[in-house]
């Protein structure tokens, strides 16, 4: 099993840019797929980003494509998010999501069994 832990959230005005982090414990981090999603306030969580195991492929919402861009690292077991060209409409807790092994990538929150606690992101217009 794999625990998730966030950073990097804060506050920062519309155009600005911010790069959050998630770290994951656990021995199997280089063979599951990551996973990044959203959550506004009173909305359902949406995918906003994804990265396979390999770190070759990657999906992205067409609402983030261009501005955010996912890595990842196995070696130091830590998938980033940057975020660059912030909008308001970006504010939410954003969460790290990650996959049983050797899923690939994928847009469906259900196939994301285990989840980070979530950092707040705030764009200021």
């Known amino acids: 099993q794999v625990q998730l832990v966030e950073s990097g959230g804060g506050l920062v005005q519309a155009g600005g840019s911010l790069r959050l982090s998630c770290a994951a414990s656990?021995?199997?981090?280089?063979?599951?797929?990551m996973g990044w999603f959203r959550q506004a306030p009173g909305k359902e969580r949406e995918f906003v980003a994804a990265?396979?195991?390999?770190?070759?492929?990657?999906d992205y919402a067409d609402s983030v494509k261009g501005r955010f861009t996912i890595f990842r690292d196995n070696a130091k077991n830590s998938v980033d998010l940057q975020m660059n060209s912030l909008k308001p409409e970006d504010t939410a807790v954003y969460y790290c999501a990650a996959r049983d092994l050797w899923g690939p990538v994928s847009t469906v929150r259900a196939d994301y069994p285990y989840w980070g606690q979530g950092t707040q992101v705030t764009v200021s217009s």
């Open positions: 990265i396979s195991w390999s770190g070759a492929d990657t």
């Open positions: 656990g021995r199997t981090f280089s063979r599951q797929g």
